[in-house]
């Protein structure tokens, strides 16, 4: 897909800087004149006032502020046109009130923080990732995704021994058995699934009313993508699928997936469901599509702008998939 790579949180040609990440005292040297970007319990600071054009931008502090008085070590994320910039993971510290409710999948609720402009406050990543300028998205989920790791993997899986973060945030370290542990990413299928000119929509139990998405599911081990979207249709819908091909890909930081969009031809129609996996399913015409994503649908509301689901279906419509 030639489009694949403008979807929210796509490739921005980020320097990462790898083979900085083994020389500590130059990560030091770095540090003093760093940008560093701080996660609250999963969580990115965001100024709506920021001057970046358009786009709402991340907060980035120094070492020293006080934004940082909770932090953990920090991890270094790239060298941004020379800019050294890191994470760190400021979970610990307790705001004054309780968030108004836990920020979740559908709620956009912003918590402000003493250290930081009136004009900005924590954000879950979703609410605000399509306004993020794509070098801000991809260094937002690069840092969600590495910190929500370390913050998931204190211990040692060979020994149980608490491990410590080790090539600038990269990687972690037994002290007792040596074992080496690195980041992992999760791959998920997510379908555009297509027979005469019609696209498989589904939706989930506890969704927003109205809601509809393309199918999607974990990459099993041992399994194809091809095999995992035959699968995972057949699973929730009982439609069978033949051809498959990828298309594009999705960095999705919650907490640890890539997002794996392929494109499937359907051998059958008729839809059975399995109730643990999917309230509904249906067969959506282009044209009700184009009603859907303009918001007059009766039934059916648009997706979330930003994620690749959405990106797909909008491509789809156009015939912009090729
Ligand atoms: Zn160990």
Redesign the pocket.
């Known amino acids: 897909m030639r489009l694949a790579e403008t979807v929210t949180f796509g490739g921005s040609g980020l320097d990462r800087a790898a083979t900085l990440r083994g020389q500590p005292e130059r990560m030091e040297e770095l540090l003093r004149e760093g940008q560093i970007l701080a996660l609250w319990r999963g969580q990115v600071p965001v100024d709506s006032a920021a001057e970046t054009g358009n786009a709402d931008g991340l907060v980035w502090v120094p070492t020293g502020s006080p934004l940082l008085d909770h932090a953990g070590p920090p991890v270094f994320l790239c060298l941004d046109d020379g800019q050294p910039r890191f994470a760190a993971d400021i979970s610990a510290w307790q705001p004054p009130e309780a968030p108004p409710q836990p920020a979740g999948i559908f709620s956009a609720a912003a918590l402000p923080h003493p250290a930081l402009p009136a004009s900005a406050a924590f954000h879950d990543l979703r609410a605000v990732m399509a306004s993020l300028s794509p070098r801000e998205a991809e260094l937002a989920a690069t840092a969600k995704a590495i910190i929500g790791w370390h913050a998931s993997h204190g211990f ?1 899986a ?4 608490p ?1 410590a973060m080790d090539q600038a945030g990269w990687r972690r370290l ?1 002290p ?4 080496q542990h690195f980041p992992r990413t999760d791959p998920v299928v997510i379908m555009v699934i297509e027979r005469d000119g019609r696209l498989l929509l589904g939706r989930s139990p506890g969704w927003p009313e109205g809601m509809y998405s393309l199918l999607a599911g974990f990459v099993e081990p041992g399994e194809t993508l091809e095999a995992a979207v035959r699968r995972e249709v057949a699973e929730e819908t009982g439609v069978a699928v033949g051809a498959v091909r990828y298309l594009a890909s999705q960095p999705w930081p919650f907490p640890a997936s890539l997002m794996l969009g392929a494109h499937g031809q359907a051998t059958s129609e008729e839809i059975t469901l399995d109730p643990a996996e999917l309230e509904d399913a249906q067969w959506v015409t282009k044209d009700e599509m184009v009603t859907i994503l303009a918001g007059r649908h009766p039934r059916i509301r648009p997706g979330r702008a930003g994620a690749i689901a959405y990106f797909l279906i909008r491509h789809w419509v156009a015939d912009r998939l090729d």
């Open positions: 040692c060979r020994c149980g021994t491990s037994c007792a058995c040596g074992a």
